[in-house]
Structures are given as C-alpha cells and as structure tokens.
C-alpha cells in the first residue's frame, strides 16, 4: 500500500492547497531515502511512497522542482499525476455523436481514419429500431444455438463460435474460485446477464470522477453521486461492462453467454467516465489485483499523454522524455508486480491500424492537455504500453472471416495472440452483425440515444432482450478492446482446470498459463501475399504481415481456441 509520509518518519504535512502539481517520481532500486531527500532538496514536498513499485508521490512547488529532480542519479522518471489514457473509439465516438458539444473531446486518436458515411461511427449501420429478443419467443437464435440454446442471442454470437467457446461452455464453463479483474471504465454489476457472476465485495473503484479538466473544459460530466465517487458495481461508459459480459456473462436464458460463464468478475476500475486513465489508479488497480487474488486480468486500453512513449527521443524536450520514462517504468513495475503475484496479463494491442514494430511518425502526442499534439518522428525504440511492455499477452483483433482487421494494430515483435474483435468492413458493404455483441449499461444506452423514452433500441447497434418483464440491453462494438476479453475468458477456463488453491481460491503461475494459451491455439499463417490490401469506400490500405505460421505478426502463434483450452491434456 502507499504510505504516508509520517509513517516514514517525515513530518511534513499534504499540502493539497499548495500552488504546483502532483508527481510521481519513481526512483532506483533501493533508492527510496535518496529519493525523498532530493525532491525535498529540489523544493518539492514529499507526500506518499509506495516502496512495492518504487515511488514516491510528490508535490512540486517551485518551478525549477522538474529541472532541478532530472538531474539526480536516484531518479529514474516522473511522471505528472494526470490521465494517461483512453478505452477504444467505439464507446468513446458513441458518446461524442450524443454529446456534440463535447466533440473531438472522447475521440480514439489511434482509430484509423473512415470517410464520412455508415462506417463512420464504428458498430452502426442504420439508426431503425432493431426488434425485441422477448422471453418465451422462438428467435432464430433458440433453432440454431445448438449446445447453448439456453441464450436467446447466442446465434449473434459469431465470435463464440469462431473460437468454440459455445462447445467449451458445456465442458470447461470456468470455476466460481476464479477471479477474473476488469481494469476498465467499470462493470455494470447489477446488469442481469452479468450479476450472478458479480464480485461485488471484491471490487473497487481507484478513480473520483472529475466534472470538468483543469482549464474548465468538460471531462467526465456531472456528478452521478455526491462524492463523485461512483459505487463499484457502476459504469457511466459502457466499455467495461462491455469486456465483463464477453469474459464471463453466464449461461441463464438470457441474452449471451460469456467465454467462461462460471467465473467471478472483479471491477477494478481505473478508468474516468470520460475514457481517461490516470496513471496513479491504473498502478493502484494492478498492485490490488496482485494482493488480493485475482488471476487474470483484462486491460483493454493503452497509456498517454503519449501514443508511443520514448525515453530518449530527440524530438522531446528532457522534461517530456523524463515523463515518458516514468510511464514506461512505473508500469512495468506494477505490471512485473502483479505477475510475480499469480496474475495473468492480457491486454489489447490497440486500434491504430499500425505495424507496431515499425512506428515512424506520431502526430498524436501529447495528448493531454489539449491542443498540444504535434508531429514528431519515432522509432521501434518507442514503446506502447502496455502492450509492448514486458510480460503482457497482447491480443490483435480479427473479423467474421478471419482476418485481421482493418484497424488493429500489429507486429511480429508485438501480436502474441488473436481473436475476433469484430470489423463491420470484413465483407460486402457495412454490416453491424460482423461486430462483437455483448452486455450494456441501460443509463448510457439512455445517456447516448440509443434507445427512446419506452426503452425501445433506436438502432441496429443496440438489442433488447426481455424475460418476465426485466428487460436488458447489449451493443455491438469493434476493436481489439473487444478481441482481448476473449483471450481473457480462455485464460480463465485454463485457470479454472488447472489452478491449484491459492490466495483468492485458486492459483496459476502466468508462465503456465501463457503457455498453454500458445500451445492451444489454432495457428495461422500470413496471408497470401503478405502484403493483405483493405479497400473500403474507395479507399486502399496495405499492411504487411511478417513471420510464419508459428508466430506472425497479424495472428501471432494463433487464433485463441476456448474448444481446444476446454479439452487439451495437462
């Protein structure tokens, strides 16, 4: 845990109020009592440490306290105490389209760019109401859901089926004593298709919600609660809940059925109603989940203010790399952390349509505060994080067909594993059905004009199931922050077979994990030629897939196979 700085034997009091701002200053290997002695030398007040991830939490009051703290030799990167970080574009453009005065506010700077028409906004493909899914009706789904006809929208569920997670469900449906942590934008726990497997007393919410940012632009909005602290079974953007559902949304006979429908769901929230991430939660989220049991968890987002973070680039100002350093370092540790705790780490590999082990140009960065982009030129010496950090699964994400789509990112370096992410481009015209369906939060169904004053959807992007006048909702969403939970929920059934007791209930060294999420694989090859061509509205994009069948850089050493993860040998 973090410790106040009177524990440590300082007396120096929190000076909120105080003009300046809040670092955190991550400091060599056993350097903690030379650190506190430079930021006090620098002119900055020490406030917390946290000795597990090496760092202290500082107040900078003058303004030399940066310039002055770089040049010591204890010190290995500060970082601001600001959002890092953003969830994919799909919620994030959803709530823009409802909201435009807060437009380009929410926007995925790492979503390629689509012209102006039906594919525009990821997911939709027309604004008509789409029918009921009602209790007692027999749907398409009910004739041709085979095993798991128990849930009235298993027949959307392609990517079920892609995976042969509808088959798993029957033989491995995952173990109650497996926890699996979302650490994401929250999870609607009192959702009917994600409640029975709802972790409520474990969860917990690292973030305070922020009405507006610093220069008194809107952020996350209005308060939902007095504390602007929102309970743990809450999500004001619908992105968590969306990851939970595909995780672990369990088998009963209503709406869909999750890759491993018997596992817990921890909320482990680090994300701000707007989409942003700050760096303190999303470090606090995986030393919690490291402590406290958790044996997998999903990280469907990627760091900022910088979309690629460089340590020594040129282009950057010593202050801008000494953040950047700071980002790479401090989540690594958390990340190296957890890991060493029993926690497996799955993460998205992103939505920039970009080889990852090639990067040139960033036009994105620093995105925060706004309005200070500026292109610069980058190198593979640039990392994402966390998804090229040390340790993590990074999932690239795959369409109906198979192939990897459009806006995934990619690398040989980078793409471990695949799965479906949903592409409403992979096929004839634009389709939402070639999208991932799973649960969402009514209020931002409401919040988002997706469905009417009756609760009736407004569009094809939306379904409403129904049973004994409860009704629920889900929402058709792309990206590889959808293909990641997936890769998550197999995990959880490997756990689930092969955990032994351990904190929390059940226990799983990542490394074993990891290797036979590889060895259960389906493998892919590159496809043929390498150099695979999207055309889409007239418009023509190449990527170039490098490797072999065993590892490549679309698929990396396969597709995910929940089938296969239900049934391999020990």
Same mark, same amino acid.
């Given at each position: 845990?973090?410790?106040?700085?009177?524990?440590?034997?300082?007396?120096?009091?929190?000076?909120?109020?105080?003009?300046?701002?809040?670092?955190?200053?991550?400091?060599?290997?056993?350097?903690?009592?030379?650190?506190?002695?430079?930021?006090?030398?620098?002119?900055?007040?020490?406030?917390?440490?946290?000795?597990?991830?090496?760092?202290?939490?500082?107040?900078?009051?003058?303004?030399?306290?940066?310039?002055?703290?770089?040049?010591?030799?204890?010190?290995?990167?500060?970082?601001?105490?600001?959002?890092?970080?953003?969830?994919?574009?799909?919620?994030?453009?959803?709530?823009?389209?409802?909201?435009?005065?807060?437009?380009?506010?929410?926007?995925?700077?790492?979503?390629?760019?689509?012209?102006?028409?039906?594919?525009?906004?990821?997911?939709?493909?027309?604004?008509?109401?789409?029918?009921?899914?009602?209790?007692?009706?027999?749907?398409?789904?009910?004739?041709?859901?085979?095993?798991?006809?128990?849930?009235?929208?298993?027949?959307?569920?392609?990517?079920?089926?892609?995976?042969?997670?509808?088959?798993?469900?029957?033989?491995?449906?995952?173990?109650?004593?497996?926890?699996?942590?979302?650490?994401?934008?929250?999870?609607?726990?009192?959702?009917?298709?994600?409640?029975?497997?709802?972790?409520?007393?474990?969860?917990?919410?690292?973030?305070?919600?922020?009405?507006?940012?610093?220069?008194?632009?809107?952020?996350?909005?209005?308060?939902?609660?007095?504390?602007?602290?929102?309970?743990?079974?809450?999500?004001?953007?619908?992105?968590?809940?969306?990851?939970?559902?595909?995780?672990?949304?369990?088998?009963?006979?209503?709406?869909?059925?999750?890759?491993?429908?018997?596992?817990?769901?921890?909320?482990?929230?680090?994300?701000?109603?707007?989409?942003?991430?700050?760096?303190?939660?999303?470090?606090?989220?995986?030393?919690?989940?490291?402590?406290?049991?958790?044996?997998?968890?999903?990280?469907?987002?990627?760091?900022?203010?910088?979309?690629?973070?460089?340590?020594?680039?040129?282009?950057?100002?010593?202050?801008?790399?000494?953040?950047?350093?700071?980002?790479?370092?401090?989540?690594?540790?958390?990340?190296?952390?957890?890991? =060493?705790?029993?926690?497996? +780490?799955?993460?998205?590999? /992103?939505?920039?349509? *970009? $080889? @990852?082990?090639? &990067?040139?140009? !960033?036009?994105?960065?620093?995105?925060?505060?706004?309005?200070?982009?500026?292109?610069?030129?980058?190198?593979?010496?640039?990392?994402?994080?966390?998804?090229?950090?040390?340790?993590?699964?990074?999932?690239?994400?795959?369409?109906? =067909?198979?192939?990897?789509? +459009?806006?995934?990112?990619? /690398?040989?370096?980078? *793409? $471990? @594993?695949?799965? &479906?992410?949903? !592409?409403?481009?992979?096929?004839?015209?634009?389709?939402?059905?070639?999208?991932?369906?799973?649960?969402?939060?009514?209020?931002?169904?409401?919040?988002?004009?997706?469905?009417?004053?009756?609760?009736?959807?407004?569009?094809?992007?939306?379904?409403?199931?129904?049973?004994?006048?409860?009704?629920?909702?889900?929402?058709?969403?792309?990206?590889?922050?959808?293909?990641?939970?997936?890769?998550?929920?197999?995990?959880?059934?490997?756990?689930?077979?092969?955990?032994?007791?351990?904190?929390?209930?059940?226990?799983?060294?990542?490394?074993?994990?990891?290797?036979?999420?590889?060895?259960?694989?389906?493998?892919?090859?590159?496809?043929?030629?390498?150099?695979?061509?999207?055309?889409?509205?007239?418009?023509?994009?190449?990527?170039?897939?490098?490797?072999?069948?065993?590892?490549?850089?679309?698929?990396?050493?396969?597709?995910?196979?929940?089938?296969?993860?239900?049934?391999?040998?020990?």
């Amino acid at each position: 845990m973090a410790i106040p700085l009177a524990a440590c034997g300082s007396t120096q009091p929190r000076l909120d109020s105080s003009p300046g701002t809040d670092y955190l200053v991550f400091y060599a290997a056993g350097g903690q009592d030379k650190a506190l002695e430079a930021i006090e030398t620098s002119g900055g007040r020490p406030l917390s440490t946290e000795p597990r991830l090496g760092y202290v939490v500082a107040h900078g009051v003058v303004a030399s306290f940066l310039e002055t703290l770089s040049n010591d030799k204890a010190i290995v990167g500060i970082s601001t105490d600001r959002p890092i970080g953003f969830t994919s574009a799909a919620v994030q453009q959803q709530w823009a389209a409802a909201h435009p005065e807060w437009a380009g506010d929410h926007v995925d700077a790492r979503r390629p760019s689509l012209p102006e028409g039906p594919a525009a906004r990821t997911g939709t493909t027309s604004t008509a109401a789409a029918p009921d899914v009602a209790a007692g009706r027999k749907s398409a789904s009910r004739k041709t859901a085979g095993k798991n006809a128990l849930e009235p929208l298993a027949a959307r569920q392609w990517d079920m089926k892609m995976i042969g997670a509808d088959r798993a469900n029957t033989i491995a449906p995952g173990d109650k004593k497996v926890l699996v942590g979302v650490i994401d934008t929250g999870i609607d726990g009192k959702h009917p298709d994600i409640a029975p497997n709802f972790n409520r007393a474990l969860s917990r919410n690292f973030v305070t919600d922020r009405p507006k940012d610093p220069n008194g632009q809107p952020f996350d909005g209005p308060c939902e609660v007095r504390t602007c602290q929102d309970p743990v079974d809450a999500d004001d953007d619908g992105h968590g809940t969306h990851v939970a559902s595909t995780i672990g949304s369990p088998i009963n006979g209503k709406g869909i059925a999750g890759v491993a429908p018997n596992v817990q769901l921890v909320n482990i929230r680090a994300g701000q109603d707007s989409g942003m991430f700050f760096l303190k939660p999303s470090l606090d989220a995986l030393t919690y989940a490291a402590d406290n049991g958790i044996d997998v968890v999903n990280m469907s987002y990627y760091l900022d203010p910088w979309l690629f973070n460089c340590p020594n680039n040129k282009a950057d100002s010593e202050r801008e790399r000494l953040e950047q350093r700071g980002i790479i370092t401090g989540m690594q540790r958390a990340l190296d952390y957890a890991r =060493s705790k029993g926690v497996t +780490l799955i993460a998205a590999i /992103g939505n920039g349509s *970009t $080889d @990852l082990g090639r &990067p040139r140009k !960033d036009e994105q960065s620093p995105d925060y505060p706004k309005n200070t982009e500026r292109t610069r030129a980058i190198d593979n010496s640039c990392l994402n994080v966390p998804t090229e950090s040390e340790g993590v699964i990074a999932i690239s994400g795959l369409g109906p =067909s198979g192939r990897k789509a +459009l806006y995934s990112d990619y /690398g040989v370096e980078q *793409t $471990d @594993l695949s799965a &479906p992410g949903g !592409d409403v481009l992979d096929g004839g015209g634009v389709s939402t059905s070639r999208s991932i369906l799973a649960a969402a939060p009514t209020a931002v169904m409401r919040a988002t004009n997706k469905i009417d004053a009756a609760g009736r959807p407004k569009t094809t992007e939306v379904v409403r199931d129904c049973h004994g006048g409860q009704c629920s909702y889900y929402q058709y969403l792309d990206g590889t922050s959808m293909a990641a939970p997936h890769a998550t929920g197999v995990a959880a059934i490997l756990i689930s077979r092969f955990g032994r007791p351990g904190p929390g209930g059940t226990s799983m060294d990542p490394a074993s994990v990891e290797r036979l999420l590889y060895s259960s694989a389906t493998p892919k090859a590159c496809p043929v030629p390498r150099a695979y061509k999207y055309r889409y509205f007239g418009q023509e994009e190449t990527h170039v897939c490098e490797g072999d069948t065993a590892k490549n850089g679309f698929y990396g050493r396969g597709v995910i196979n929940a089938y296969k993860a239900a049934t391999i040998a020990p």
